[in-house]
């Protein structure tokens, strides 16, 4: 099969390695899909940057097996998730440094960002925490070599290929460029994460 | 129940809250779910009920209604009005008793289980404390009130076998996921040599210091999600153990997943741990 390799994880996981995260994208649609229809049992479906991790599996060396046999899904790079509309004020202290090496004005340094589609790639680090794919490659963006103590809650960011906002107040080292109000974890709202992976992202200025 | 003592680390914590790690929520819950579930089944409560778990230094509760307790996990010291109480059974305590759990003479972590369970507001799913996120209620701290909930009939055991925890923890592993990002010579030295339990251990993960596992390859791991019991290897080569309160992705390599984790939260700092490697 194309584009993904298996690996078993310990006695009941599962890591599908994937190509590019353009096939992480897809694989996990069709994990979700098949665990809905129940044709899949497993307690997480788990996407990373490169990887698609299945948790509490009983047999993974059967569910592999399984597996190898479906048709791959197609990793057409176009994100069929609910489109979600985040109103970022840009003022991030890094907002300066981020034009600098864009080697762009801010103004335009805001539109680059401001106009991408991006999508969840996967969340982590903390509850509602998501990583935003949807830079090109070559916008990449450096972490700070030192993380700051203390990063507000609602902190847009970027680092690596990856947009990201801080649901709570944590440290953190990626450079700030804007700021929301939006709500981004509630855990008395269904699903309590505003931005669960698949779902697509406009950073829209406020 | 009151807190009349919380000690320096007692939090609430029931089988904790699968099913969200893909939103970046830990597992969370009992760091010895095996211990939590009999003191749950001591008092007649479901094994997922939520209890207390106590951190080597004791606690002291009071119950305002009369009700059944059980202590299980780490051997402790119970008193209920001052009088000694068994440890592992069942226990009446009259209303308004203080029940006074001493310092964990065997172990780390001691569960009380009360009848009917601690009955604080579920937050997805689960009534545990999350120290990594900080959901689920707050640790405990002295004053605390906890809701009980309505009590079944407890259990009518009177021994439990308790068993000392081992001077050298052996802990099956299985080799993998990123075992290729490791020399063989790291492999060899996870699977041959001893390892030692570190004092910043913690509910996230149980840290080891002995021979540095080396990489293979240079370079950083893209994010991706990791089980409970990974081994992971940060830049410093020594491994961390990954328990309840683990971080959903990690970028540091796991070279390799303990089968049970459940030993290490008696595992006292100094423990001597030996690695297995488990036929697949």
Same mark, same amino acid.
């Given at each position: 099969?194309?584009?993904?390799?298996?690996?078993?994880?310990?006695?009941?996981?599962?890591?599908?390695?994937?190509?590019?995260?353009?096939?992480?994208?897809?694989?996990?649609?069709?994990?979700?899909?098949?665990?809905?229809?129940?044709?899949?049992?497993?307690?997480?479906?788990?996407?990373?940057?490169?990887?698609?991790?299945?948790?509490?599996?009983?047999?993974?060396?059967?569910?592999?097996?399984?597996?190898?046999?479906?048709?791959?899904?197609?990793?057409?790079?176009?994100? /069929?998730?609910?489109?979600?509309?985040?109103?970022?004020?840009?003022?991030?202290?890094?907002?300066?440094?981020?034009?600098?090496?864009? /080697?762009?004005?801010? /103004?335009?340094?805001?539109?680059?960002?401001?106009?991408?589609?991006?999508?969840?790639?996967?969340?982590?680090?903390?509850?509602?925490?998501?990583?935003?794919?949807?830079?090109?490659?070559?916008?990449?963006?450096?972490?700070?070599?030192?993380?700051?103590?203390?990063?507000?809650?609602?902190?847009?960011?970027?680092?690596?290929?990856?947009?990201?906002?801080?649901?709570?107040?944590?440290?953190?080292?990626?450079?700030?460029?804007?700021?929301?109000?939006?709500?981004?974890?509630?855990?008395?709202?269904?699903?309590?994460?505003?931005?669960?992976?698949?779902?697509?992202?406009?950073?829209?200025?406020? | 129940?009151?807190?009349?003592?919380?000690?320096?680390?007692?939090?609430?914590?029931?089988?904790?809250?699968?099913?969200?790690?893909?939103?970046?929520?830990?597992? +969370?819950?009992?760091?010895?779910?095996?211990?939590?579930?009999?003191?749950?089944?001591?008092?007649?409560?479901?094994?997922?009920?939520?209890?207390?778990? @106590?951190?080597?230094?004791?606690?002291?509760?009071?119950?305002?209604?009369?009700?059944?307790?059980?202590?299980?996990?780490?051997?402790?010291?119970?008193?209920?009005?001052?009088?000694?109480?068994?440890?592992?059974?069942?226990?009446?305590?009259?209303?308004?008793?203080?029940?006074?759990?001493?310092?964990?003479?065997?172990?780390?972590?001691?569960?009380?289980?009360?009848?009917?369970?601690?009955?604080?507001?579920? !937050?997805?799913?689960?009534? +545990?404390?999350?120290?990594?996120?900080?959901?689920?209620?707050?640790?405990?701290?002295?004053?605390? !009130?906890?809701?009980?909930?309505? $009590?079944?009939?407890?259990?009518?055991?009177?021994?439990?076998?308790?068993?000392?925890?081992?001077?050298?923890?052996?802990?099956?592993?299985?080799? *993998?996921?990123?075992?290729?990002?490791?020399?063989? $010579?790291?492999?060899?030295?996870?699977?041959?040599?001893?390892?030692?339990?570190?004092?910043?251990?913690?509910?996230?993960?149980?840290?080891?210091?002995?021979?540095?596992?080396?990489?293979?390859?240079?370079?950083?791991?893209?994010?991706?999600?990791?089980?409970?019991?990974?081994?992971?290897?940060?830049?410093?080569?020594?491994?961390?153990?990954?328990?309840?309160?683990?971080?959903?992705? *990690?970028?540091?390599?796991? @070279?390799? !997943?303990?089968?049970?984790? +459940?030993?290490?939260?008696?595992?006292?700092?100094?423990?001597?741990?030996?690695?297995?490697?488990?036929?697949?």
């Amino acid at each position: 099969m194309t584009g993904m390799r298996m690996t078993e994880v310990g006695r009941a996981a599962l890591l599908i390695e994937c190509a590019d995260g353009d096939h992480v994208e897809a694989w996990r649609a069709e994990l979700w899909r098949r665990r809905e229809r129940g044709e899949l049992s497993v307690a997480e479906i788990v996407p990373g940057a490169r990887t698609v991790l299945l948790d509490g599996v009983t047999d993974p060396a059967d569910l592999a097996r399984r597996m190898a046999e479906w048709p791959p899904p197609a990793a057409t790079g176009t994100a /069929e998730g609910p489109l979600v509309t985040v109103p970022v004020v840009y003022d991030g202290t890094d907002l300066p440094w981020v034009a600098e090496h864009w /080697e762009l004005s801010t /103004e335009d340094t805001v539109d680059r960002i401001a106009s991408a589609e991006f999508r969840v790639a996967f969340c982590g680090f903390s509850p509602g925490f998501a990583y935003l794919a949807g830079l090109p490659a070559e916008w990449t963006v450096p972490r700070l070599a030192n993380p700051r103590p203390k990063v507000p809650a609602g902190s847009v960011g970027l680092a690596g290929e990856y947009a990201g906002i801080y649901p709570t107040a944590s440290p953190g080292g990626w450079r700030l460029v804007g700021r929301t109000e939006r709500v981004l974890f509630d855990v008395d709202r269904d699903p309590p994460a505003l931005l669960v992976p698949g779902t697509r992202v406009r950073l829209v200025p406020a | 129940m009151d807190i009349v003592r919380a000690g320096p680390l007692t939090t609430v914590q029931d089988l904790g809250r699968p099913g969200w790690a893909h939103l970046g929520v830990p597992r +969370s819950g009992a760091l010895d779910p095996p211990a939590l579930r009999l003191a749950n089944r001591l008092v007649g409560n479901a094994e997922d009920a939520a209890g207390l778990e @106590i951190t080597a230094a004791g606690c002291a509760v009071r119950l305002r209604k009369a009700g059944t307790f059980a202590l299980t996990g780490a051997l402790a010291r119970v008193t209920v009005g001052g009088r000694p109480a068994c440890y592992g059974v069942p226990v009446a305590a009259p209303a308004g008793a203080v029940v006074e759990v001493g310092r964990a003479e065997y172990g780390v972590r001691s569960y009380l289980a009360v009848a009917g369970g601690i009955a604080v507001p579920p !937050v997805l799913g689960s009534r +545990s404390t999350d120290t990594l996120s900080g959901l689920g209620p707050a640790p405990l701290r002295d004053g605390d !009130v906890l809701p009980i909930g309505p $009590a079944a009939t407890p259990s009518t055991v009177d021994f439990v076998p308790w068993q000392a925890p081992p001077a050298v923890l052996e802990l099956r592993v299985r080799l *993998g996921p990123r075992r290729d990002w490791f020399t063989s $010579a790291a492999v060899e030295a996870l699977l041959g040599t001893q390892y030692t339990v570190s004092a910043v251990s913690n509910r996230v993960g149980a840290r080891l210091s002995g021979a540095a596992l080396a990489r293979a390859r240079e370079g950083e791991l893209p994010s991706e999600g990791v089980v409970l019991g990974a081994v992971q290897v940060p830049a410093s080569g020594q491994p961390l153990i990954f328990l309840a309160d683990h971080p959903t992705t *990690g970028g540091y390599p796991v @070279i390799a !997943v303990v089968d049970d984790v +459940s030993p290490l939260a008696q595992a006292l700092p100094g423990t001597t741990v030996r690695f297995h490697g488990s036929e697949r």
